[in-house]
């Protein structure tokens, strides 16, 4: 077998979630497993937090069916809503809460005939402008919605376009548009993603949107998880396949884009960008060879990267690497690489097998 896995921790993802629960004492939490759990896999996420989770959140009604079939009780939230009127006697079926986040949504609700009614959730555009109702708009539909034989509960609800930088001015303006629809009489109330969720508590509400912190990552570029009292879910591990001596002078890789200043000792790893691995991580970016932190060389390629040895001669073929995970942040790969967690966890390829730790 090729020396590549994906170990998940599914420990660490409950001591995240009830961490995130801590933070804000008395609300609920949407678990947000979009995306196959943020790449982690969404059948083995809701099994671990089938107990704990009071409710989930999904992107599409595919996921939906599927965390459905896995949870028979738990809230699963649409978070953009039906993409077509054909979905919403499904949603119902399935007893999805659901967002609303345009007219033309609103209007295919009202005219829809549905098996039972549905929670709804209102999506405010209160500063974002991706989705989203204006907040004339959220008094019109709701007062539209609020007696529909199509409505369960009428939520609100709206999404931060700035959480992760902390003291962006656009973070108290969107709440302050969120505060300003207090007067009308939603049932529930929800504004939080991990950073608001970690930082704001004035963006609390009644339910919470976890998605990035149950993974153990940092929406943050300044606030690590270490210091966030989080714990590291996917570790990704391979092994040196090869290692080699280059004399000064010779290149390494595709493009002999890296050539070596002094005679170099260089190790090839068992993970390429066919793995998930970012293909634009520039020379530099960390990789741990047997708990030593060594350098990436050269590009990467589509099975295979490279690293430089030079400071530990004794790491041999078969030595042990983390890309990243429990020793090496994922958020620290991500940030060599020009980008955010999200992506690398979420880009881990299906080649990659998954091992699950209880
Ligand atoms: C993905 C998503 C979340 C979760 O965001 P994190 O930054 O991963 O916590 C919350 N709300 C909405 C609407 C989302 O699309």
Known sequence: ????????????????????????????????????AYGHGVREVVTALHDEADGFAVASLEEAAEVRALHGEARILLLEGCFAAEELPIAAQLRL??????????????????????NVWLKLDSGMHRLGLSPQAVRDWHARLRNAPQVAELNLLSHFACADERAHPLIEQQVEVFLD???????????????????????????????????????????????????????????????????????????????????????????????????????????????????????VSMDMLAVDLTHLPDAQVGAAVELWGAYLPVDEVAQAAGTIGYELLTKVTARVPRRYLA
Request: charged fraction near 15%.
């Open 1 to 36: 077998m090729r020396p590549l896995v994906a170990t998940i921790d599914l420990a660490a993802i409950r001591h995240n979630y009830a961490l995130a629960k801590r933070c804000a004492p008395g609300r609920q939490a949407f678990a947000v497993v979009k995306a196959n």
């Open 97 to 118: 809460d659901i967002v609303v986040q345009g007219a033309e949504q609103a209007a295919a609700l009202l005219a829809a005939a549905l098996p039972q009614p549905l």
């Open 181 to 299: 629809l207090l007067d009308l009489d939603f049932d529930q109330r929800s504004l939080a993603n991990s950073a608001a969720l970690l930082t704001i508590p004035a963006s609390h509400m009644d339910w919470l949107r976890p998605g990035i912190m149950l993974y153990g990552a940092t929406p943050f570029a300044d606030l690590s998880v270490l210091e966030l009292g989080l714990k590291p879910v996917m570790s990704l591990t391979a092994q040196l396949i090869a290692v080699r001596d280059v004399a000064v002078g010779e290149s390494v890789g595709y493009g002999a884009s890296w050539v070596a200043e002094r005679p170099s000792r260089i190790g090839t790893v068992s993970c390429g960008y066919a793995d998930g691995y970012p293909r634009h991580a520039p020379s530099g970016t960390p990789v741990l060879v047997d708990g030593q932190r060594v350098e990436l060389v050269g590009r």
